[in-house]
């Protein structure tokens, strides 16, 4: 049984990183599509990336209810490092968490299951921080929308494979809406509610 003290360590420098990270978020959110790196400050528990990890120790808080997928949640080390660095309290009912963690695409429940937001609080939506194989190799999406100039190509290895197709969601709810985080290791890109696939190849 792993103790507090031989869990992964948080930021070495706690505002130096978390400043680095969120802005390497905001470049993500901003820039749709594009891939940013973050330089990972601290240790991660398994099955959690490096990346992950970063986001979760820069965003997660007391005030921000977490929802953890099957594989996240079986991690004891994941739950108690959480905790213990974030104080982020962790929910059984994902349409109340601010943020959702996904170690397993495969599974992602349908976006139906998460906040949604209200129109008089779009905000309060969840974002999912969902881990992938890889942003730099698999299939390519075409992806258009606030924040890309003409059209943005994304490389990508991602499961659930019809995660794009679920995002049509966003369309007709907007200004309500899910937002994405795609992690793989240090990089991430991120999907905003806004952003619209038009094609995508093998």
Request: charged letters at 20%.
């Amino acid at each position: 049984m792993t103790t507090i003290a031989e869990l992964p360590p948080g930021f070495a420098d706690k505002v130096l990183s978390a400043q680095s990270t969120f802005r390497s978020v905001m470049d993500a959110m901003a820039r749709p599509g594009s891939v940013q790196r973050i330089v990972p400050g601290a240790g991660a528990p398994e099955p959690m990336m490096r990346g992950t990890a970063a986001i979760a120790l820069t965003l997660f808080d007391h005030d921000t209810p977490l929802w953890l997928d099957a594989r996240m949640a079986e991690s004891t080390d994941v739950v108690k490092w959480l905790k213990f660095h974030t104080g982020a309290p962790v929910v059984q009912d994902s349409s109340i968490a601010s943020f959702a963690l996904i170690g397993d695409g495969a599974v992602l429940p349908a976006l139906e299951r998460f906040a949604l937001g209200t129109s008089e609080y779009p905000d309060r939506s969840t974002t999912l921080i969902l881990q992938v194989e890889s942003l730099d190799s698999g299939r390519f999406f075409e992806l258009r929308g606030p924040g890309i100039d003409g059209a943005a190509m994304l490389q990508a290895s991602i499961k659930p494979f019809d995660l794009f197709e679920r995002l049509h969601l966003n369309e007709a709810l907007f200004p309500r809406g899910i937002d994405v985080v795609l992690v793989a290791d240090d990089a991430v890109v991120a999907i905003p509610r806004t952003t619209r696939i038009v094609s995508k190849g093998s």
